[in-house]
T-cell receptor, first 114, second 114 residues
Framework: AQSVTQLGSHVSVSEGALVLLRCNYS??????LFWYVQYPNQGLQLLLK??????LVKGINGFEAEFKKSETSFHLTKPSAHMSDAAEYFC????????????FGAGTTVTVRA | DGGITQSPKYLFRKEGQNVTLSCEQN?????MYWYRQDPGQGLRLIYY???????QKGDIAEGYSVSREKKESFPLTVTSAQKNPTAFYLC?????????????FGEGSRLTVL
């Protein structure tokens, strides 16, 4: 079985500060990992994805994530938060053992303080 | 522009009524999905379809039904058997058998039971 755990349901950061969202996965086979962002009352948009190429993945809007197999982690970071980063972020995992269906974490809501 | 269109965006239902949520895509994707989103629980898969006239139950299919008569369309019916239907419903699509698994989402439909 595969799953993801997002540590912290809410994160508050100051504008210009580092954004760090934590995601740990459990999978018995090599996973593909994703971060999606959701703005209020909208669908989800892909931020970035890891598909077994480079372990450091760069995405849209200045976000990046690093795949660490030894720590079973895929944490999302952005060096300097902007007000427009206020949203909900979801980590997700997919493997062939689950018929390539995405399994989502519970989500982390980011608030940015002026 | 290609994309996924969900309607209606907001829907109110009386207890005991069936309601149908529409999902149409013009991305020429083979696979389509319905997710339910509740606060603090992430996204949970209701049904998915990989080909016309075929679909599979997801993790929480009880009280829901779907059809896939056309490649472009995947409507979801929330039946009176669904005990707690108030939620945000998201439709998504993807290229079939694509291991990197990127989903494209609609804007969502918010169902409220009165």
């Amino acid at each position: 079985a595969q799953s993801v755990t997002q540590l912290g349901s809410h994160v508050s950061v100051s504008e210009g500060a580092l954004v760090l969202l934590r995601c740990n996965y459990s999978s018995s086979v090599p996973p593909y990992l994703f971060w999606y962002v959701q703005y209020p009352n909208q669908g989800l948009q892909l931020l970035l994805k890891y598909t077994s190429a480079a372990t450091l993945v760069k995405g849209i809007n200045g976000f990046e994530a690093e795949f660490k197999k030894s720590e079973t982690s895929f944490h999302l970071t952005k060096p300097s938060a902007h007000m427009s980063d206020a949203a909900e972020y979801f980590c997700a995992v997919i493997t062939r053992s689950n018929d390539y269906k995405l399994s989502f974490g519970a989500g982390t809501t980011v608030t940015v303080r002026a | 522009d290609g994309g996924i269109t969900q309607s209606p965006k907001y829907l109110f239902r009386k207890e005991g009524q069936n309601v149908t949520l529409s999902c149409e895509q013009n991305l020429n994707h083979d696979a389509m999905y319905w997710y339910r989103q509740d606060p603090g629980q992430g996204l949970r898969l209701i049904y998915y379809s990989q080909i016309v006239n075929d679909f599979q139950k997801g993790d929480i299919a009880e009280g829901y039904s779907v059809s896939r008569e056309k490649k472009e369309s995947f409507p979801l019916t929330v039946t009176s058997a669904q005990k707690n239907p108030t939620a945000f419903y998201l439709c998504a699509s993807s290229i079939l058998d694509r291991a990197d698994g990127e989903l494209f989402f609609g804007e969502g439909s918010r169902l409220t039971v009165l």
